[in-house]
C-alpha cells in the first residue's frame, strides 16, 4: 500500500496524545504478530488528535484477536469493548447482497430482472434508451438513481439538517419513495456508470426481497444470516440496547452525533454489531459452504474510470472483497482476504474531515501486515528511534536488519520514506537528509528514493545535491514529470544565484 507525500506529510506532523495503559504496556514490541501490528496501527491512528477511540478486530485461520484502544468519550478513560456496539453503517449493504445473491440461487429472481416487476406502476420514467434498470444495477450502484432523487432523504446525513427536517427523515416511508421514483427522471442508461446510492438502492432491493419471499427485510436478515452465522449481538433497532451499549460517535470537531434513525427497512445503512460478531461473519464469509458465497463474490461490474470491479454491493480486489461505511460519527472497514484465510475490521468513533483517510491507511496497513505474516512491520521501533535520534536510530535499523532477518520485513521502501517526510514536516531536514540517504543504499535501483532525497535536499538549498539526485530518479524513470519539473526548477534558481 502507497500513499502520496502529500498524505506523509498530513499524516505525521500531527501531536502525539496519551493512550492507554494497554498500549504502554506493549511499548516493547514482544508481541503476538497479529497483536503486534493491531497495537501499533492503533497507537499511530490516536496519535491524530481528532481520533479518540478505535476498535479492530482479526480473524486468522480460526484464531479471533479484538483491541480496543483510546477512550470513547475523550477524558473519560472509557474504551470500547467486545460488548460495545457500533454503527456499521454500508456495510450493512454486504448483507442485503447475501439476501439478493439466495434469492437468485433460490430462483426467486434473476440479476437482470426489470426491478419494475417488482414494482406496482409501470414507472416508464425507470429505464433510458431502452434499458431498464436491472436487479444487478442496483447492487453494483449504476442504477442511474441518484442521491437527489428525493429532496428529504438528501439531508439524511447533513449534519446542518433542520429540526423539520430530520422529522421528514425519520418519517420518510415506502409511499415517499413511489412518489419520489414516479418523479425522478434518468439520464443516464443503467449499468454503465457508477454512481454511489446510499439508500434508495438498497431499499429497493430489500422490497425486492419482500415481495419474493413474502417475509419483512428485517426477518429475512436474522433468518438467513444473522442466526445462521449466530451473531447474537447484531440487529437493526433494538432502541432498549443500544441505549446501553452503542458508543457514541463524534465529529473531527468533537461534537456528539445522534446515531442514524431507522428509515424504512434500513437495508443500505441501519445494522449495529460488535467486534465479535463482525468476526463470525468475516468466518462465515470465508469458510462458509454455502453456494451463497460463492455467488455473492461474482464480479458484475468494472468501472474503468477507477479500475474498480464491483459484486453484490461488495468491492471486489484481485485477493480480497471489502465494504467500507460511515456515519456522522463513525467509519467502519470490513475487509476478507480468501487467499489467506483471514478477515479484519477496523472501527473508528469518529467521522469528517481527514478521518476517512486515517482509516484507509490503518486498514491498509494491516492488509500489509498480513500478508508478510509472521514477519512484523519495522517500522514502529525504527520511527520510535530515529525520531529520537537519527544517528542512533539508522544504527538500531541496521542491527536489527542484521540481527532479525526473520522476524521483521524491510523491503517496503515507503517505511523510510514516511519517516523522512515525518521529520521534513518537523522542519528537521538535516535528519530527514540521514533518512533518505539511508533509504537511497537501501533501494539504489529505484527512482523514488533519488527524488525524495532531491526534495530534501533542494529544501535545505543544496541545489548541485538536489539536481544529481533528481537526475538520478529521472534515469531510473524516464516518465518522472516531476523529476523533470524539478531539474527545470533547479537549474533556473541556480541561475538566477
Request: proline fraction near 5%; charged fraction near 25%; aromatic fraction near 10%.
Amino acid at each position: 500500500m502507497t500513499i502520496s507525500k502529500a498524505i506523509f506529510l498530513f499524516l505525521f506532523t500531527l501531536t502525539v496524545i496519551a493512550v492507554s495503559s494497554q498500549e504502554k504496556k506493549a511499548a516493547n514490541y514482544d508481541l503476538d504478530p497479529i497483536e503486534y501490528s493491531m497495537v501499533h496501527n492503533a497507537k499511530l491512528a490516536l496519535e491524530n488528535p481528532e481520533i479518540t477511540s478505535v476498535s479492530m478486530g482479526v480473524y486468522k485461520e480460526g484464531k479471533t484477536f479484538t483491541g480496543y484502544y483510546g477512550e470513547i468519550d475523550k477524558g473519560k478513560g472509557n474504551p470500547a469493548d467486545d460488548n460495545s456496539l457500533f454503527e456499521i453503517a454500508s456495510v450493512t449493504k454486504s448483507f442485503t447482497g447475501i439476501l439478493v445473491a439466495q434469492a437468485v440461487l433460490d430462483g426467486k429472481i434473476s440479476l437482470k430482472d426489470d426491478i419494475r416487476l417488482y414494482l406496482e406502476a409501470s414507472y416508464e420514467n425507470l429505464e433510458y434508451a431502452g434499458r431498464p434498470i436491472q436487479i444487478q444495477d442496483l447492487l453494483t450502484h449504476t442504477s442511474g438513481i441518484r442521491r437527489d432523487l428525493s429532496p428529504t432523504l438528501a439531508k439524511q446525513f447533513s449534519l446542518e439538517a433542520t429540526a423539520a427536517e430530520k422529522e421528514a427523515i425519520a418519517t420518510y416511508d415506502r409511499e415517499n419513495l413511489y412518489a419520489d421514483l414516479q418523479a425522478f427522471q434518468l439520464d443516464t442508461i443503467p449499468g454503465s456508470r457508477y454512481d454511489y446510492s446510499p439508500v434508495i438502492g438498497p431499499e429497493l432491493l430489500a422490497l425486492v426481497l419482500e415481495k419474493s419471499y413474502q417475509k419483512p427485510y428485517e426477518e429475512l436478515l436474522n433468518e438467513l444470516i444473522v442466526k445462521k452465522v449466530g451473531m447474537q449481538n447484531t440487529h437493526l433497532n433494538k432502541p432498549e440496547i443500544d441505549q446501553k451499549l452503542l458508543v457514541n460517535g463524534y465529529t473531527v470537531e468533537g461534537n456528539l452525533v445522534s446515531p442514524q434513525p431507522l428509515i424504512m427497512s434500513g437495508a443500505g445503512y441501519a445494522l449495529k454489531s460488535n467486534v465479535p460478531d463482525l468476526l463470525k461473519y468475516v468466518q462465515y464469509l470465508l469458510e462458509s459452504s454455502s453456494p451463497v458465497i460463492q455467488e455473492m463474490r461474482k464480479p458484475l461490474f468494472y468501472d474503468e474510470e477507477e479500475g474498480d470491479q464491483y459484486g453484490y454491493f461488495w468491492q471486489l480486489g484481485e485477493d480480497n472483497f471489502m465494504h467500507s461505511g460511515g456515519t456522522n460519527g463513525g467509519t467502519i472497514w470490513l475487509i476478507v482476504l480468501p487467499k489467506y484465510n483471514t478477515g479484519l475490521t477496523v472501527t473508528f468513533n469518529s467521522n469528517g474531515g481527514k478521518i476517512n483517510r486515517w482509516i484507509n491507511k490503518i486498514a491498509g496497513d494491516l492488509l500489509d501486515d498480513i500478508e508478510n505474516f509472521p514477519r512484523k512491520n519495522p517500522y514502529f521501533p525504527i520511527r520510535e528511534a530515529l525520531i529520537e535520534n537519527t544517528d542512533n536510530g539508522i544504527q538500531h535499523y541496521k542491527a536489527l536488519k542484521d540481527e532479525n532477518p526473520a522476524d521483521y520485513y524491510f523491503e517496503d521502501a515507503n517505511m523510510l520514506n514516511q519517516i523522512g517526510y515525518q521529520l521534513l514536516g518537523k522542519e528537521r531536514v538535516p535528519d530527514a537528509i540521514k533518512v533518505f540517504q539511508l533509504l537511497v543504499s537501501e533501494f539504489p535501483n529505484m527512482a523514488n528514493p533519488y527524488d525524495s532525497l532531491g526534495e530534501a535536499y533542494l529544501i535545505n538549498e543544496q541545489y548541485d545535491l538536489a539536481l544529481v539526485n533528481y537526475k538520478k530518479a529521472l534515469e531510473l524513470n524516464p516518465d518522472s514529470d516531476n523529476a523533470k519539473k524539478m531539474i527545470q526548477e533547479i537549474n533556473k534558481l541556480k541561475e538566477e544565484r
